[in-house]
């Protein structure tokens, strides 16, 4: 059974900072991964999407990383603003289902 | 084009009732999901549906139970609710196989 842990479950940081969060599966054997956004109370807005043959995607200060063989990957958020305030959520599909598997998240707080 | 849309926004309902969940996908998106997202939880899949057809369906009691319209759009109803189906309900549409756009879910409140 695919199991996602995201670490750590909340941060806060300073405006301007780098920062990464993480994400982890337990079967390797995954379609693609899907990092999203929510604002709390509201939808998912999807961020981005690695298929299991990449190893990163872009997007704009967002860049996520891909790593199948350790089951892991990063979102790296570059020059944090507190409009990045929100909870960042990663899911994987394995293939044949387009059943997403989410982790719990991390709440992120960036401070003015 | 609009993105996938959800109807009502919020809902209260006592134990005991039945209530129907709406869903319109994105134009041209023939694939709908549900999920169901508790406080403080990541969202666990509830079903899918791919041309009418039950493709999927997660770890839900039968109470919970889905249909797709020749227009693609969906209805997730649940029966005999508890206080504990208490949840932000979620849908989500896709186009290629995988990447879903989710629309902004539907608060269910059992009092």
């Known amino acids: 059974k695919q199991e996602v842990t995201q670490i750590p479950a909340a941060l806060s940081v300073p405006e301007g900072e780098n920062l990464v969060l993480n994400c982890s599966f337990t079967?390797?054997?995954?379609?693609?991964l899907q990092w999203f956004r929510q604002d709390p109370g509201k939808g998912l807005t999807s961020l981005l999407l690695i298929q299991s043959s990449q190893r990163e995607q872009t997007s704009g200060r967002l860049n996520a990383s891909l790593d199948k063989s350790s089951g892991r990957s990063t979102l790296y958020i570059a020059a944090s603003q507190p409009g990045d305030s929100a909870t960042y959520l990663c899911?994987?599909?394995?293939?044949?289902?387009?059943?997403?598997?989410f982790g719990k998240g991390t709440k992120l707080t960036v401070n003015p | 084009d609009a993105g996938v849309t959800q109807s009502p926004t919020h809902l209260i309902k006592t134990r005991g009732q039945h209530v129907t969940l709406r869903c319109s996908p994105i134009s041209g998106h023939k694939s709908v999901s549900w999920y169901q997202q508790v406080l403080g939880q990541g969202p666990q899949f509830i079903f899918q549906y791919y041309e009418k057809e039950e493709r999927g369906r997660g770890n839900f009691p039968d109470r919970f139970s889905a249909r797709q319209f020749p227009n693609y759009s969906s209805e997730l109803n649940v029966n005999a609710l508890l206080l504990g189906d208490s949840a932000l309900y979620l849908c989500a549409s896709s186009f290629d196989p995988y990447e879903q756009y989710f629309g902004p879910g539907t608060r269910l409140t059992v009092t």
């Open positions: 899911a994987v599909t394995q293939g044949g289902s387009e059943k997403l598997v």
């Open positions: 079967d390797s054997a995954i379609y693609n």
